[in-house]
């Protein structure tokens, strides 16, 4: 699957960053999608799922009212628009189709680096 993953970069703390993740994909409105991320050093961390149809989202309590997960399945696109931007946001962001083909794949990772 051709995925490509944008919206990563360096800001300061407080400010926002819209990541975005497109598909090329057949079925893409069948997969739960998640967005992951992973700080150099530490374990791997689920920071938002979202139903197929999009009308349930979970979030991790590290981002929960800060981060919003999205999606727009007639492009093939989900998004985390993420607000107040701390610190400890910094990692690499990956976006990710959950269980079996046609889903079951990751994208590249997008780096967002936060600084005071």
């Known amino acids: 699957v051709h995925v490509v993953e944008s919206g990563g970069g360096s800001v300061q703390v407080g400010e926002s960053l819209r990541l975005s993740c497109v598909a090329a994909?057949?079925?893409?409105?069948?997969?739960?999608m998640n967005w992951h991320r992973q700080a150099s050093g530490k374990e791997r961390e689920l920071v938002s799922t979202?139903?197929?149809?999009?009308?349930?989202?979970t979030y991790s309590d590290s981002v929960k009212g800060r981060f919003i997960m999205s999606r727009d399945n007639a492009k093939r696109a989900v998004y985390l628009q993420m607000n107040n931007l701390k610190i400890e946001d910094t990692a690499v962001y990956y976006c990710?189709?959950?269980?079996?083909?046609?889903?079951?794949?990751w994208g590249q990772g997008t780096q967002v680096t936060v600084s005071s």
């Open positions: 979202m139903s197929p149809g999009g009308t349930a989202t």
């Open positions: 990710a189709a959950e269980g079996a083909w046609p889903c079951g794949w």
């Open positions: 994909q057949y079925a893409f409105n069948t997969c739960e």
